[in-house]
């Protein structure tokens, strides 16, 4: 990150990190108070909240490698 100092920019990659585990925690609550009606709507959006989980992990995964280059 050029430009900010090692400590702005950890503090930066922190609130990324917080905001993405606050998303799939969001997302977990949302799905589990949703009231579906049929099997196949939730196993549909099941499908789709596990890939917004995945991609929320693949990017706190790319936030720690970060870390670990320092």
Do not use: P
């Not at 050029?2 to 949302?30: D, F, P, Q, W």
């Not at 917004?52 to 490698?65: A, G, M, P, R, W």
């Amino acid at each position: 990150m050029a430009g900010y100092t090692h400590g702005t920019s950890r503090r930066y990659i922190s609130l990324y990190r917080e905001s993405i585990e606050k998303t799939i925690a969001g997302v977990n609550k949302n799905f589990r108070q949703m009231d579906f009606e049929n099997a196949d709507a939730k196993n549909e959006m099941e499908e789709h909240i596990n890939n917004i989980i995945t991609y929320c992990n693949q990017l706190l995964y790319e936030l720690d490698s970060i870390f670990l280059m320092d």
